[in-house]
């Protein structure tokens, strides 16, 4: 079983830059693909960027340019640097890890306000 712990969510001003961490244990399948979701009150939950254990990556348009996705395999660890907030990114950020048994796990979330 996978544990997730994220860290880094807080209040920023528009413009401003936060930095996303987390940090995988617990499992003993080797972890594919990592990746960062978010859910702003009212609406679904929608992937931000994701990242497979080569490195190769995938960003939502919306913040295509603004953030960027990576990862340290030796720490088990994904982090989603965050540029050029804008008040639209203000949700709650998940963690997603998928092991090489297709198992998949989610952190417990991590608030991200952008205030204008």
């Known amino acids: 079983q996978v544990q997730l712990v994220e860290s880094g969510g807080g209040l920023v001003q528009v413009g401003g830059s936060l930095r996303l961490s987390c940090a995988a244990s617990?499992?003993?399948?080797?972890?594919?693909?990592m990746g960062w979701y978010r859910q702003a009150p009212g609406k679904a939950r929608e992937l931000v960027a994701d990242?497979?254990?080569?490195?190769?990556?995938n960003y939502a348009d919306s913040v295509k340019g603004r953030f960027t996705i990576s990862r340290d395999n030796a720490k088990n660890t994904v982090y989603l640097q965050m540029n050029s907030l804008k008040p639209e990114d203000t949700a709650v950020y998940y963690c997603?890890?998928?092991?090489?048994?297709?198992?998949?796990?989610w952190g417990q979330g991590t608030l991200v306000t952008v205030s204008s």
């Open positions: 997603r890890v998928i092991t090489s048994d297709a198992s998949n796990a």
């Open positions: 617990g499992s003993s399948y080797s972890i594919n693909a």
């Open positions: 990242i497979t254990r080569g490195g190769s990556t």
